[in-house]
């Protein structure tokens, strides 16, 4: 019931910083595509 409790507490926290970190997560993941895309170009171009 403890573990169960905490759960439930810790879910707000994580649902409301999620949509934060998500959105930081996001504009990570385009620029390392970006980032990647220019490596293979470059690797192709060698």
Not at 29 to 45: E, P
């Amino acid at each position: 019931m403890k573990s169960f409790y905490k759960h439930k507490q810790k879910k707000p926290k994580i649902s409301s910083n999620f949509k934060k970190f998500n959105v930081d997560n996001a504009n990570e993941m385009k620029k390392k595509k970006k980032k990647k895309k220019k490596k293979k170009y470059k690797y192709i171009h060698i």
